[in-house]
Nanobody
Framework: QVQLVQSGGGSVQAGGSLRLSCAVF????????MGWFRQAPGKEREGVAS???????TYADAVKGRFTISLDNAKNTLYLQLNSLKPEDTAMFYC??????????????????WGQGTQVTVSS
C-alpha cells in the first residue's frame, strides 16, 4: 500500500530556506513521476515542481531558480529545497507520486498518490 508521509514545513522570514521531505512507503516500480504542489488560502492548488525516473524536471515559473526537487533513491524520499522564500510562497505544500508512463507535467490529475500536506509560512 502506497503512503506518502511529509515533514519539514515551518515558518521562516523572507529570504530564508526550508527543505520539505516526503517519505514514500510501498514503492511500486522503477518508472515514476514525483511532484510538489501548493495551495494558498482562497487559491487553487498549483504545481510547483516535478521529476521522473529519468531525472527530467519541471518547475513553475514562479519558483524557477529558487526551488529544487530531488529524490534520494536509497531512502525512497522526495525533497523540495526552498530557497529565497517570499511571502507569496506561503501555502500548504503537498507531495504526490505516480508509477507508470508519465510526463514531467505539473497537472494534478496525473498523480495518483498524495501526501498529507505540510504548511510553509513566510513572513516579510
Amino acid at each position: 500500500q502506497v503512503q506518502l508521509v511529509q515533514s519539514g514545513g515551518g515558518s521562516v522570514q523572507a529570504g530564508g530556506s526550508l527543505r520539505l521531505s516526503c517519505a514514500v512507503f510501498g514503492w511500486i516500480g522503477s518508472r515514476y513521476c514525483m511532484g510538489w504542489f501548493r495551495q494558498a488560502p482562497g487559491k487553487e492548488r498549483e504545481g510547483v515542481a516535478s521529476m521522473d525516473n529519468l531525472s527530467r524536471t519541471t518547475y513553475a515559473d514562479a519558483v524557477k531558480g529558487r526551488f529544487t526537487i530531488s529524490l534520494d533513491n536509497a531512502k525512497n524520499t522526495l525533497y523540495l529545497q526552498l530557497n529565497s522564500l517570499k511571502p507569496e510562497d506561503t501555502a500548504m505544500f503537498y507531495c504526490a507520486a505516480h508509477w507508470g508512463d508519465c510526463s514531467g507535467s505539473l497537472r494534478m490529475n496525473e498523480f495518483a498518490y498524495w501526501g498529507q500536506g505540510t504548511q510553509v509560512t513566510v513572513s516579510s
